[in-house]
């Protein structure tokens, strides 16, 4: 007896592209927000100027950031992301982002 498997994707291309995405902690889709808007850009976005000074990993490059959005919807902490990630629909323009690159950082 040959048995078949009818197995159905829980979500669809688009859906499952979004996931991927997506990094834990954002308040919602990457992508979601303003063409060419990272987190880095948004007033949410916390721990403003904090670099990284791992000579091997990312030095001189902004640390990973939490969202304050996503922590006010969620009632607690959420998870640190890249904040070169593209900015979801609640993003709002902070005046004076940091840079991604500590500006005077010498390798
Ligand atoms: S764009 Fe702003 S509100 Fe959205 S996840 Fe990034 S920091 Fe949070």
Redesign the pocket.
């Given at each position: 007896m040959q048995q078949t498997m009818h197995l159905t994707q829980p979500y669809d291309s688009d859906t499952q592209d979004r996931i991927k995405s997506t990094p834990a902690g954002?308040?919602?889709w990457a992508g979601s927000?303003p063409e060419n808007k990272t987190?880095r850009e948004?007033k949410?976005?916390l721990k403003h100027g904090n670099f990284s000074t791992n000579a091997k990993k990312n030095a001189g490059r902004l640390k990973p950031v939490k969202?304050a959005?996503?922590e006010s919807m969620m009632g607690g902490k959420g998870a640190s992301f890249d904040p070169a990630?593209s900015?979801?629909r609640?993003?709002?323009q902070d005046p004076e982002p940091p840079s991604l690159v500590q500006s005077n950082w010498r390798a």
């Open positions: 954002m308040a919602h927000g987190c948004c949410f976005m969202c959005k996503h990630t900015a979801c609640f993003f709002q």
